[in-house]
């Protein structure tokens, strides 16, 4: 395969216990440096704020009088109107979420005892308790309820598994699985769902059981929050889960129970904006007085964190360029030349002395004994407890019981000179010794009423909307893009394209990546200046230096639809360039018709891009959607002069009451002169429903000039016309191409009498478009593949000295028959410093240990494998590989785009090689697939397959695969490997698996120091 081992990360982090926790309602303690925007905001102008007290044996502090306490806010002492101790369960009514990632084998199992023992703790009648999770959406399994058998049934089906692995192809080399148990679960949801919405249409379930005001108030909540979530995935840009939790936290605003959120997670990877979003989420909860606790089925136990500790302090061993093999199985290894280089010398000539010294000089002895996973800030933040499943969990149980039972609440008058949306702290000190007190961490200054969904990035944006005279440092493109009558009501779109030449953009040399952040308001207001939609989104983009020049079109886009009835409308729109610290504002007044006359034509839409859609309830009311493709409007109405065509979107809306068939024709003209009027073929649906068109039209260049399009809808005697203009910028004079081609883009365009104005015209060359998406032109193909080669062969280069935990999960099929048996979980720290990477064993099927990596590879049926830090990506894209690219198609993966190839690496050019047990060494050739990233010009993800191993040959079969993410090591996006797997096939039937996963990145530099391991343990109380 390639050299170097696969290996994937998983989150290892100590948690320095929370002594104390908050209940719930407002805000907390001093936030950490980077959480500054973490927090909670008020709506009323009084703060409420939940505060839990311990003393040095942690026990709970009952006595506490006002005078014992100074809270201050922003630095700013302030006096409490009220102090009360709560306590006991029939203090007020609570509302619990449960809410599940997909969990397999003994993390399923653990997930489900402790949300047993939960419910068994939380057993009164004051706790209502609901329950969602995360599988290809966010689905509810059970709607709020107090019956907990109901609960335990659905907490059963969620952590229910199946699963089922599937053999490796080239097109799927990453962790293919499929979880029989998912049936039950979408059955579950469907159901649960389909009640849900009965009652908060009707307020009857469907059963005929008429429900309480309360209750249907609470599913109103649940079912905004799966509504929501789709939306928040596009306002963020930010995955599933981050956007699920989102939507959960400000459909509970209005609720006036006290709220808690347990989230069950396996752990992952984030990069700077997924970061920033968990900080989003904080806010949020703190505003509307959600407090979570996490339940961290990932983290490494106590033993584990101790091997750190000493691995740490043992340093690393020097690098050895020597090393070939990628995988070693029982039959022998698969090898390949080394592709990792050391810059200079060996690790260090004294490795103990160095690192000791190294680790001396900083804060903390161990890097990961902080929060153990990414969402601990969620409950640190918002005053909840961090639950380690792999440590005793009674504990930690009982205080999370504590927090919901037993705490002061205090309230006072924020000291604020202007609610300017900012962060302000709040720090609660006890002024008694010995005393601990935890609360949340403060709240964004909004006024009071505010309105709910505002955020504290919009709060400068919209007063610009105050401003007469609204300022223009940064340049883009507004408009509403109106539709007509849809089946869900007359649909229009927000569309707004900030380019990104207008913006301040970072370049890093060391990742070959720039970045742009962009926040953005649009609000629509009705003739009365009411507000009747309002759309923000603070997007950050990051794409590849390079594209910067070559692609002068970039934009960051914001999208959204909206219905609204007939009248006059104002658009108000600001953007504010968060690096360049400049804004932009523009308002545009529109008016939706009272009536629609059939046929008709919605305005043309001049196509920027098509996205590919996978998901068939993906928005499904989306207008600007064609197949399986979502459009993106180019505002600008500029067509790059390299383009080889341009598409343009419409819908037709035909005459229900004609018998007659309609007609479409369109025509094109530049600069002045029309070309030939070409009918289109029109397939209508049922009589008068709207019909989507997407219509192209290409040549080997687009001739520059002015342009314009016309669309003409015939039928019954009526016409409806709608036109649209760009430009194609360059010389006039200068040929699109040769007669008869489709160089030029209108129809019988002959050499016109303007001396700058002939061009030799083809056919016009209009046609509908069967598949929206389509494939890049030869030359971006070209382009994007030569930008990932050389972006693969600098990838090592690019990489920061790190650390990082790495899971291993092997298994093995006896008879290749697809039934895989676990075998063993290894847990190794993995540490990468100039170049060069070490291992050292941490856990053994969840057991400390210090096995040695080699001695673990000589034992009978052991494998381990390699070739994630560049090794795999120089294997394929290395000259002399000389692979042959095909591209594929073009696809989703995370929130952006990827181009898919399929290669191919003939065995004469390979340096791949597979060693059988017989001592055979083979070199030979491989094929895969590889994803690239189509804004930054990376690889996502690269699978490897041998081919034509002897049927002779002990082994069989080789595959390898490596997923590639976007994490935040040392406060800079780096792209890592988050996941890996690699099958050995051997004699016709025993096949072996290893699937691997990188977590809990951090920087290996200058931020660690020796503490005894009992400072590391007592830290955590």
């Excluded at 006036?256 to 989230?263: G, M, P, Q, V």
């Excluded at 629609?596 to 989306?622: A, C, F, K, R």
């Amino acid at each position: 395969m390639a050299s170097g081992f696969i290996r994937l990360c998983l989150i290892a982090v100590l948690f320095g216990g929370v002594q104390i926790s908050a209940g719930q309602a407002v805000p907390t303690s001093q936030p950490s440096a980077d959480s500054q925007s973490a927090g909670m905001s008020q709506i009323v102008d009084e703060v409420t704020l939940d505060l839990a007290v311990q003393d040095k044996k942690h026990h709970k502090v009952l006595d506490l009088k006002p005078e014992d306490i100074q809270i201050t806010d922003n630095d700013i002492p302030v006096k409490m109107n009220t102090f009360q101790l709560v306590q006991g369960d029939a203090q007020t009514d609570q509302l619990v979420t449960m809410v599940f990632d997909h969990f397999e084998g003994a993390g399923a199992k653990t997930a489900q005892t402790v949300a047993d023992k939960i419910l068994k703790m939380l057993s009164s009648k004051r706790y209502s308790f609901a329950l969602l999770d995360f599988g290809n959406r966010m689905q509810l399994l059970q709607s709020f309820t107090a019956d907990h058998k109901a609960m335990e049934q659905a907490v059963s089906t969620a952590t229910a598994n199946q699963v089922v692995r599937l053999s490796s192809t080239s097109t799927n080399a990453i962790n293919i699985t499929t979880d029989k148990a998912d049936a039950e679960r979408i059955k579950t949801a469907v159901q649960t769902e389909k009640n849900l919405v009965a009652i908060v249409r009707t307020g009857v379930d469907t059963a005929g059981r008429h429900v309480e005001p309360k209750e249907r108030a609470q599913c109103q909540t649940l079912l905004a929050a799966l509504q929501d979530t789709q939306k928040v995935m596009q306002d963020q840009h930010t995955r599933l889960a981050l956007a699920g939790l989102l939507a959960l936290v400000r459909s509970q605003q209005k609720l006036n129970e006290r709220k808690s959120i347990i989230y069950f997670t396996s752990g992952f990877q984030l990069d700077s904006n997924s970061k920033d979003m968990v900080k989003t989420i904080s806010g949020a909860a703190a505003r509307a007085g959600v407090t979570f606790y996490t339940v961290d089925m990932d983290a490494l136990d106590v033993g584990a964190r101790h091997q750190i500790d000493n691995a740490m302090m043992n340093g690393g061993a020097p690098f050895d360029p020597v090393p070939k093999v990628i995988a070693v199985t029982p039959v022998g290894p698969v090898t390949a030349p080394s592709l990792q280089q050391q810059q200079s010398g060996s690790f260090n000539s004294n490795p103990l002395g160095s690192s000791a010294d190294f680790m001396m000089r900083s804060d903390d002895g161990n890097p990961f004994s902080g929060a153990k996973s990414p969402m601990a800030d969620l409950a640190k933040e918002t005053g909840g407890v961090y639950i380690d499943a792999q440590e005793g969990v009674n504990k930690q149980l009982q205080q999370m019981r504590e927090n919901m039972t037993t705490y002061y609440q205090a309230t006072y008058k924020p000291p604020i000179e202007e609610y300017d949306g900012s962060f302000r702290s709040i720090v609660a000190k006890p002024l008694r010794a010995g005393y601990n007190v935890k609360t949340k961490s403060g709240y964004f200054a909004l006024a009071p009423g505010a309105e709910a969904g505002i955020r504290p990035f919009e709060v400068p944006l919209l007063k610009l909307f105050n401003q007469s005279n609204l300022p223009q440092d940064v340049k883009f493109y507004a408009a509403v893009l109106q539709f007509g009558e849809l089946p869900d009501g007359n649909s229009s779109t927000v569309a707004v394209q900030v380019p990104v030449a207008s913006l301040q953009t970072i370049k890093d040399t060391r990742t070959n990546l720039f970045s742009a952040h962009v926040a953005i308001v649009a609000e629509i207001k009705d003739k009365n200046g009411t507000v009747i939609e309002h759309f923000g989104e603070n997007i950050a983009k990051r794409g590849a230096v390079e594209t910067l020049d070559s692609d002068p079109s970039a934009s960051i886009i914001l999208q959204r639809h909206f219905m609204a009835i007939p009248g006059q409308y104002l658009l108000e729109v600001a953007v504010y360039d968060q690096d360049g610290l400049k804004y932009g504002a523009q308002r545009t007044v529109f008016e939706i018709p009272q009536a629609q006359i059939t046929p008709s034509l919605s305005p043309i839409v001049l196509v920027g891009h098509v996205d590919s859609i996978n998901d068939d309830n993906e928005d499904p009311l989306e207008p600007l959607r064609y197949e399986k493709g979502k459009i993106t409007p180019n505002l600008a109405g500029a067509v790059a002069s390299n383009a080889k065509g341009v598409s343009l979107f419409f819908i037709l809306h035909p005459d229900p009451k004609s018998s007659e068939p309609a007609i479409l024709e369109m025509e094109a003209s530049r600069n002045g002169h029309p070309g030939r009027r070409t009918p289109l073929p029109l397939k209508l649906k049922s009589a008068g429903e709207a019909v989507p068109y997407l219509a192209t039209f290409k040549g080997s260049s687009m001739a520059p000039g002015n342009y314009e399009v016309k669309a003409m809808m015939s039928q019954g005697g009526k016409t409806s016309v709608q036109q649209v203009a760009f430009t194609v910028p360059g010389d006039g004079s200068v040929a699109a191409g040769a007669p008869g081609q489709g160089g030029g883009v209108a129809a019988d365009l002959t050499a016109s009498s303007e001396a700058n104005d002939s061009y030799s015209g083809g056919l016009l060359a209009i046609i509908p478009v069967t598949n929206p998406v389509q494939p890049p032109a030869d030359e971006e193909i070209a382009s994007l593949i030569a930008d990932a080669q050389t972006h693969s062969m600098g990838y090592a280069e690019s990489l920061p000295n790190f650390m990082c935990v790495e899971v291993t999960n092997r298994s093995v099929d006896a008879s290749g028959s697809g039934n895989w048996k676990h075998r063993d979980t290894l847990a190794e720290l993995l540490r990468y410093r100039d170049k060069a990477e070490t291992h050292t064993m941490l856990e053994i099927n969840g057991v400390t240990s210090n096995t040695d990596r080699e001695a673990l590879l000589k034992q009978k049926g052991s494998t381990l494998s390699g070739g994630e830090l560049g090794g795999v990506l120089k294997a394929v894209f290395a000259p002399s590989a000389k692979a042959d690219f095909k591209w594929k198609e073009t696809d989703a993966l995370g929130s952006g785009t990827v181009q898919v190839f399929d290669y191919h690496v003939a065995k004469s050019n390979s340096m791949f090689s597979v060693v059988g047990s017989n001592d055979v060494q083979l070199m030979v050739g491989f094929h895969g697939q590889v994803y690239i990233d189509s804004a930054t010009r990376n690889v996502r993800r690269i699978s490897l397959e041998a081919d034509d191993l002897p049927k002779d040959f002990p082994t069989q079969a080789s595959v390898m695969g490596v997923d590639y993410d976007y994490v935040v090591i040392n406060g800079r996006d780096y792209l890592m490997p988050i996941s890996a797997e690699v099958r050995v096939r051997q004699n016709h039937h025993q096949a072996i698996m290893n699937t691997i996963e990188f977590r809990d990145y951090k920087k290996y530099g200058s931020a660690m120091k020796i503490l005894d391991y009992k400072q590391v343990e007592n830290s955590k109380q």
